[in-house]
């Protein structure tokens, strides 16, 4: 069974990280690519990262450029996502994916 399952998310103050770690089952994680994406309330689901199976990144959302690092471990089958310098601005649901496959999410709240 594909499964994807993130945690990390908390509650920071505006200028504080978190790291995002989504564990990946079920699938040949090694062969594939993943992505990180957010939903903020009331807003759509936007895409924040993504790397390829060879560990390149292959996307940075503007906004995140120069704050956000994503990152994988092939053998430990994980995904990371390191946020820095959070904002107000980044508080959302932060998901896992790959494919048609979406983990349950992972909460993010950055406060003033």
């Known amino acids: 069974q594909v499964q994807l399952a993130e945690s990390g998310g908390g509650l920071v103050h505006a200028g504080g990280s978190l790291r995002l770690r989504c564990a990946a089952s079920g699938f040949p994680f090694g062969n594939v690519g993943m992505s990180w994406y957010r939903q903020a309330d009331g807003k759509a689901r936007e895409l924040v990262a993504s790397?390829?199976?060879?560990?390149?990144?292959?996307y940075i959302k503007d906004s995140a450029k120069g704050r956000f690092t994503i990152s994988r471990d092939n053998v430990k089958r994980l995904v990371y996502l390191q946020m820095n310098n959070l904002k107000p601005e980044d508080t959302a649901l932060y998901y896992c994916?790959?494919?048609?496959?979406w983990g349950q999410g992972t909460q993010v709240v950055v406060s003033w």
């Open positions: 994916n790959t494919g048609d496959t």
């Open positions: 790397i390829r199976a060879s560990g390149e990144t292959d």
